[in-house]
């Protein structure tokens, strides 16, 4: 590292804050640190339970908030919960990231189908489940919406297990090129992104898939959590539910079904 002669260290989630701390000490560099969701949600009584680099950043945490030049936080949900946790207000920085517009664009050729489009990891925080839950309600109606799910992850033989049980017309495509989200995003009529805080904490920052769909022109129905009501507006840019609430999940999947130009 010391033959680059960089400026500076900049670590990507707040566990590899600590991890390059010492490097950072040893050769004299300024430590910036970027939180994006679990790192700054995390709980110290779970998760040193089952990770030793969790270990790691709870015993450095206080040295980091003491030594590092620079904190930025995804959202202020997140720049929020390190405040709470004691990190110096004046080191700590909203700055929101962005998407490739030139690559993430609507597509006035492609076709809208009956597809709601979820795009995320099958974990616990992004709240699969309680869509699978509202496209049962819908699919009773409206049996021809299909649920596409992208991605994979933990939950997925869970997941799938559930939809087998409720859901009529539904697809598990697995982990997907950016480029297959962005045409999946392209042709289906909405997305919804519901995520929820998960039992250790765990907790988004701002979901990319969120900025992604915005910035292809696809409707978004999320949940109020975390950084997400920071970046669509509630029955102006989209519909944000409570966490958990399938059911006003499927009200508002069947409210924009039935609009005439929810895209507007």
């Known amino acids: 590292i010391q033959q680059l002669e960089p400026a500076l260290i900049h670590a990507h989630f707040g566990v590899n ?58 959202s202020m949900f997140i720049k929020q919960k390190l405040l709470d946790q004691g990190f110096p207000a004046d080191k700590v920085v909203t ?43 819908i699919q009773v109606s409206y049996p021809h919406i299909k649920l ?26 697995g982990m997907q090129s950016p480029e297959i989200c962005k045409r999946w995003m392209q042709r289906s009529k909405l997305i919804v992104i519901p995520s929820v805080t998960a039992t250790n904490g765990d907790s988004e920052g701002l979901p990319t898939v969120l900025l992604e769909a915005q910035a292809v022109g696809l409707p978004v129905i999320a949940s109020m959590h975390a950084g997400i009501p920071e970046a669509v507006i509630h029955e102006e840019t989209g519909f944000l539910a409570a966490e958990r609430d399938w059911q006003q999940l499927a009200n508002y999947i069947c409210l924009l079904y039935t609009s005439p130009s929810p895209r507007d």
């Open 17 to 74: 804050g600590t991890l390059a701390l010492p490097v950072a000490k040893r050769l004299n560099l300024p430590l910036i640190t970027t939180f994006y969701g679990l790192d700054a949600t995390l709980e110290r009584a779970t998760s040193e339970q089952t990770s030793l680099t969790h270990q790691a950043y709870f015993r450095r945490q206080s040295a980091l908030k003491r030594e590092a030049q620079f904190f930025i936080a995804v």
């Open 95 to 137: 700055h929101y990231y962005g998407v490739d517009t030139q690559f993430f664009q609507p597509d006035p050729n492609t076709s809208r189908e009956s597809v709601v489009l979820f795009v995320g990891r099958l974990t616990e925080k992004k709240g699969c489940e309680y869509l699978i839950k509202a496209m049962a309600q």
């Open 148 to 173: 596409v799910i992208l991605g994979d992850g933990s939950l997925r033989s869970e997941l799938e297990a559930l939809a087998s049980q409720q859901l009529r017309n539904y697809s598990f495509l």
